[in-house]
């Protein structure tokens, strides 16, 4: 693990959304033996505290308590507060980017990263091959659609073999080639789209 590693996956937990880091956040606690530090959803606020009476509960809460935020934590003395945005995210247990980059690329961690990505390999390798046979479905599929094009061709015009001179039939050459590298455009142009 280098610290350029570190600083990549610091920056890319940065930018994720306020849920997702609290998400990581909750991960964290759990595995490092340390669950009195999770965030909640303010939905889970009765069913967290229902063993507390009125009293204990208004007694617990912090000054900056709001119940319309979206999130709560058990802080210091037990006492509840609250945050909705990211901004606030500094307020909350939440330890910095960097260690929890830190603690994904650790070692027991790595080995779950490096199954997701492992994961995500096969999965690209597995489109790529389906792409290949598709691919070249789809080629077959247009030689057999060009002859059938010109054999109909020849039979509607009543063209027998030997009825076609040297240039008529580069030409004909030509307007097949030109033909199958059409289609074989139209393809490379889905697969890029897609």
């Given at each position: 693990?280098?610290?350029k590693t570190?600083?990549?996956?610091?920056?890319?937990?940065?930018?994720?959304p306020?849920?997702?880091?609290?998400?990581?956040?909750?991960w964290?606690?759990?595995?490092?033996g340390?669950?009195n530090n999770?965030?909640?959803?303010?939905s889970?606020?009765?069913?967290?505290?229902?063993?507390?009476t009125p009293?204990?509960?208004?007694?617990?809460?912090?000054?900056?308590?709001n119940p319309?935020?979206?999130?709560?934590w058990?802080?210091?003395n037990e006492?509840?507060?609250?945050?909705?945005?990211?901004?606030d995210?500094?307020?909350?247990?939440?330890?910095?980017?960097?260690?929890?980059?830190?603690?994904?690329?650790?070692?027991?961690?790595?080995?779950?990263?490096?199954?997701?990505?492992?994961?995500?390999?096969?999965?690209?390798?597995?489109m790529?091959?389906?792409?290949?046979?598709?691919?070249e479905r789809?080629?077959?599929?247009?030689?057999?659609k060009?002859?059938e094009?010109f054999y109909?061709?020849?039979t509607?015009?009543e063209i027998?073999s030997?009825?076609?001179n040297?240039?008529?039939?580069l030409?004909?050459?030509?307007?097949?080639?030109?033909?199958?590298?059409?289609?074989?455009a139209v393809?490379?142009?889905?697969?890029?789209?897609?």
């Amino acid at each position: 693990m280098t610290n350029k590693t570190v600083k990549e996956l610091e920056k890319i937990i940065s930018m994720l959304p306020v849920e997702d880091l609290i998400s990581i956040h909750d991960w964290y606690c759990n595995t490092d033996g340390n669950p009195n530090n999770y965030i909640y959803e303010m939905s889970r606020f009765n069913e967290m505290n229902e063993d507390l009476t009125p009293k204990e509960i208004v007694s617990s809460l912090s000054d900056s308590f709001n119940p319309n935020d979206k999130y709560f934590w058990y802080g210091e003395n037990e006492k509840i507060f609250s945050f909705s945005y990211k901004k606030d995210l500094r307020k909350t247990p939440c330890e910095s980017n960097f260690i929890y980059a830190d603690w994904l690329l650790d070692t027991e961690t790595k080995v779950y990263i490096d199954t997701v990505d492992l994961f995500v390999e096969e999965a690209i390798k597995k489109m790529d091959e389906k792409w290949k046979e598709i691919h070249e479905r789809l080629k077959n599929m247009i030689d057999e659609k060009v002859n059938e094009i010109f054999y109909d061709l020849q039979t509607e015009l009543e063209i027998e073999s030997g009825d076609i001179n040297p240039m008529q039939l580069l030409r004909l050459e030509e307007t097949e080639s030109n033909l199958s590298d059409i289609m074989l455009a139209v393809l490379r142009f889905e697969k890029e789209w897609f």
